[in-house]
Nanobody, 125 residues
Framework: VQLQASGGGLVQAGGSLRLSCTASGRAGSLYGMGWFRQAPGKEREFVAGMTWNGSSRIYAGSVKGRFTISRDVAKNTVYLQMNSLKPDDTANYYC???????????????????WGQGTQVTVSS
């Protein structure tokens, strides 16, 4: 499975961005999907994830109520809609795929087998 992330950019605080992650390769739609982020000098952290069929979604506390993860199965694409952005959201955002066919969202890096290249989000104050 190959993942291609896009949609990052520079936005003012309070603004919105939508990140996209398109999967290609064998059986991409069967994988659970997640978004992680990494700010300079910090560890990569879980942001949002969903199971392969969308039955379960989980968000980090810091983004809950502001970010929404969704997927378009026909397009093999997962989205992260980010609203009410804050300067603390500034980071490189990565999409990831893992735990095929499982019913519970995974939140740890080691549970994901495939990673996109990252897309930079910068929120100015």
């Amino acid at each position: 499975v190959q993942l291609q992330a896009s949609g990052g950019g520079l936005v003012q605080a309070g603004g919105s961005l939508r990140l996209s992650c398109t999967a290609s390769g064998r059986a991409g739609s069967l994988y659970g999907m997640g978004w992680f982020r990494q700010a300079p000098g910090k560890e990569r952290e879980f942001v949002a994830g969903m199971t392969w069929n969308g039955s379960s979604r989980i968000y980090a506390g810091s983004v809950k109520g502001r970010f929404t993860i969704s997927r378009d199965v026909a397009k093999n694409t997962v989205y992260l809609q980010m609203n009410s952005l804050k300067p603390d959201d500034t980071a490189n955002y990565y999409c990831a795929a893992g735990y095929p066919g499982r019913a519970v969202v995974r939140t740890t890096i080691s549970d994901y087998d495939y990673w996109g290249q990252g897309t930079q989000v910068t929120v100015s104050s």
